[in-house]
């Protein structure tokens, strides 16, 4: 199967992209009723009474020497919440198709669904088994009205990754039936392999990435769709025109410079060493009954009295994640890794 093109919702597949004014940096913009005069506390480079580049293509060509793919397999968005909305817009029809989703996990899969009138089918990972995947129920649960299957690796909120050979397998099992999103939003704090390098030949692959975690710019809003340039023109006819506004894309270029990028790795590792310590630390508490490995920038920790460690945090001017209404995590709290000396305050609150 070489396209994904039957998948997607007719109308969108006829859809007549919205005409914007014409991007020619050559000419003097008199074309777009914008004011000749920047706002008083403008400090952009390019001036903010200017409309940015209605589709990013220099920043999506820097995207795409990141993640080390064609330019034509990008599509730079509002955070990958804008990547996800654009998937199920473009290939659920409300009130006849489904997304599949493997609880716990990012609820923004099931509400973007949701909103566009798709249902949604419940897989929930092992949690027996380290949260792995259920590959028998999983392909089980694809029916033909199943367009989309959210895989998330690392996974929010249990840390873990998937397991790479059970991804890959799915990823074949279902070509040409559906879509695999695999959102790799925490994939900088594991040493697992990214699935980008899968989307160029594989039509109905997407990876979602986002520059709001290890890049430290969750403020900008601002995130990839990367996938096979038939699920990118698609995209591209649903996404608004300056869906990312030239302060994002500034800000995206000052950290894609080589100098920013090499911050990053340290930070990352930073991450990495606090994750490892705070693990070990919180693992030796009482009242603690597990720490979930992670392969991401927080720990799944499950206590004996989770209101208790709840309160106790707050005490110390610390908000961590109440993820006890998740099935199977009745026990749990999710805990960001933070600085040494937020961890540290943590950790006390829980002595
Ligand atoms: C934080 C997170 C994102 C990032 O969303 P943005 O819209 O890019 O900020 C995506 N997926 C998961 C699973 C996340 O936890």
């Given at each position: 199967?070489s396209?994904?093109?039957h998948l997607?919702r007719p109308?969108?597949?006829a859809?007549?992209?919205y005409?914007h004014a014409l991007?020619?940096?050559?000419f003097e ?10 706002g ?10 200017r409309y940015p ?6 920043l999506?060509?820097q995207?795409?020497?990141?993640y080390?793919v ?5 599509v ?5 919440d ?5 998937l199920?817009r473009?290939?659920c029809?409300?009130?006849?198709d489904?997304v599949v989703i493997?609880?716990?996990?990012f609820?923004?899969y099931?509400?973007a669904?949701r ?7 419940a ?5 027996d088994r380290?949260f792995?995947?259920d590959?028998?129920?999983?392909l089980?649960?694809c029916d033909?009205q199943?367009?989309?299957?959210f895989?998330?690796s690392?996974?929010n909120?249990t840390?873990?990754?998937?397991g790479h050979?059970?991804v890959?397998r ?11 999103v695999i959102?790799e939003a925490y994939i900088e704090?594991s040493?697992r ?14 990876v979602l990435r986002?520059?709001s ?12 769709l ?13 996404i608004p025109?300056y869906a990312v506004?030239?302060l994002?894309?500034e800000a995206?270029?000052?950290?894609l410079?080589?100098?920013a990028?090499?911050v ?15 693990a070990a630390a919180l ?17 799944l920790?499950?206590f ?8 106790r945090t ?5 908000l961590i994640?109440?993820?006890r209404?998740?099935?199977g ?19 006390e609150s829980?002595r």
């Open positions: 199967m396209t994904v093109l997607a109308e969108i597949v859809l007549q992209a005409e991007w020619d940096t050559r913009r008199l074309h777009a009723n914008e004011l000749p005069w920047r008083v506390a403008d400090s952009s480079v390019a001036g903010l009474n580049e209605p589709h990013p293509r220099e999506e060509k995207l795409a020497a990141l080390e064609p330019v034509e397999c990008v730079a968005g509002r955070g990958s804008e990547a996800i909305d654009l199920v473009v290939f029809r409300a009130g006849q489904r493997c609880p716990p996990t609820g923004m099931g509400v669904a909103i566009q009138g798709a249902a949604v089918t897989v929930p990972l092992l949690r380290g792995a995947l590959e028998a129920r999983l089980s649960a033909a199943t367009k989309i299957v895989l998330c690392p996974n909120p840390g873990n990754s998937l050979d059970a890959a799915i990823v074949t099992a279902l070509a040409g039936r559906a879509v695999v959102d704090f040493a392999q990214s699935f980008v390098n899968a989307v160029a030949a594989q039509p109905h692959v997407a986002t520059f975690k290890a890049h430290g710019l969750a403020g900008a809003r601002l995130g990839a990367i996938a096979h340039p038939d699920i990118v023109a698609l995209a591209r006819r649903v025109p506004t030239q994002t894309i995206a270029g000052h950290a410079a080589p100098t990028l090499a990053t790795r340290e930070r990352i590792a930073a991450v990495l060493a606090e994750r490892a310590r705070l693992a030796e508490l009482r009242g603690i009954r597990k720490v979930w490995p992670s392969d991401a920038n927080f720990l920790v499950d004996d009295d989770p209101r208790d460690a709840l309160e707050r005490g110390a001017d610390l994640r109440d993820v209404g998740n099935t995590l009745e026990c749990s709290l999710r805990i960001t890794v933070g600085s040494p000396d937020q961890n540290d305050r943590l950790i829980f």
